[in-house]
């Protein structure tokens, strides 16, 4: 019987463990298979962290698309922290275009999210160029109630002509806890990942720009009602199937009136 890989082994693991822990999970993997770290921080996708950049002192969210060795680049600065002399940063064309997207994402954001941290990373393809888009926004955790929600989209650029193939992978990841002392502990996580191909008409680099806002904004505006229904919708259902709302002795009454009239239609 052949042995089950690693990787694959690892990833399945990750699948059946809480969501909201990936990131502490993750950690705990690579200390025991050091040998997958790089497999596995390239392939999970886990909560944002925040990090202030030293030189314009703005908020951009951490993931592995701006991470070179143990440094972070900022997408408003072009720096890495901890400082990095030789770490991989894009072309001068896609330096500002990710910088025209980080000004684009950054008032989506405060329409969309009133409030949060977005960050937009782009790099260097050989037929185009590819980039993420990454949103967070997280409630103060407080002694009875946290969350978060975090939006990673991937998207790959490829110029034909007088149009662009774009490819989008988009993975939300939710988080929302709540404890009471009557009602108990709620703990609700999950992630959820979609993916679109699209040909759309560009005439410069700033449609570009345009193009994949349009396709993360009704990306998110598609998987935000799908998280409401199966999330929300769901844990309604079972929750209302669950609890008696009105008092049992009236639901008995009713039950046994129509009982009565089941049995006298018979007669």
Not at 44 to 65: A, E, S, W
Not at 110 to 124: A, F, I, P, T
Request: glycine share 6%; net charge negative; proline share 3%.
């Amino acid at each position: 019987m052949a042995s089950a890989d690693p990787f694959d082994s690892a990833l399945d693991l990750l699948r059946r463990l809480d969501p909201k822990d990936t990131s502490k999970n993750l950690d705990r993997i690579c200390s025991i298979v050091p040998d997958l770290t790089e497999d596995l921080l390239s392939s999970v996708d886990q909560p944002l962290d925040i990090r202030r950049c030293k030189k314009t002192g703005r908020d951009y969210l951490l993931c592995d698309y701006n991470r070179d060795g143990d440094s972070y680049r900022s997408p408003w600065s072009n720096e890495f922290d901890p400082p990095l002399s030789d770490g991989t940063v894009p072309s001068e064309r896609v330096r500002k275009m990710e910088e025209k997207a980080n000004e684009a994402f950054d008032i989506y954001r405060e329409l969309y999210y009133d409030g949060g941290v977005s960050s937009v990373y782009l790099w260097n393809l050989d037929d185009g160029f590819a980039g993420v888009v990454l949103l967070k926004k997280s409630v103060s955790p407080t002694g009875k109630s946290e969350g978060a929600w975090d939006s990673i989209h991937v998207f790959e650029a490829v110029d034909r002509a007088r149009t662009a193939h774009y490819k989008l992978t988009s993975t939300i990841i939710l988080h929302l806890s709540n404890s009471y002392e009557v009602l108990g502990d709620m703990n609700l996580s999950g992630n959820m990942t979609r993916q679109i191909e699209q040909d759309m008409q560009i005439d410069d680099d700033s449609s570009h720009i345009a193009n994949i806002g349009r396709l993360v904004e009704d990306m998110e505006l598609k998987m935000r009602n799908l998280l409401q229904e199966v999330y929300f919708g769901k844990t309604k259902d079972v929750v209302g199937d669950l609890r008696s709302i009105g008092a049992l002795t009236e639901r008995n009454k009713d039950k046994a009136t129509y009982q009565e009239m089941m049995t006298s239609m018979k007669k």
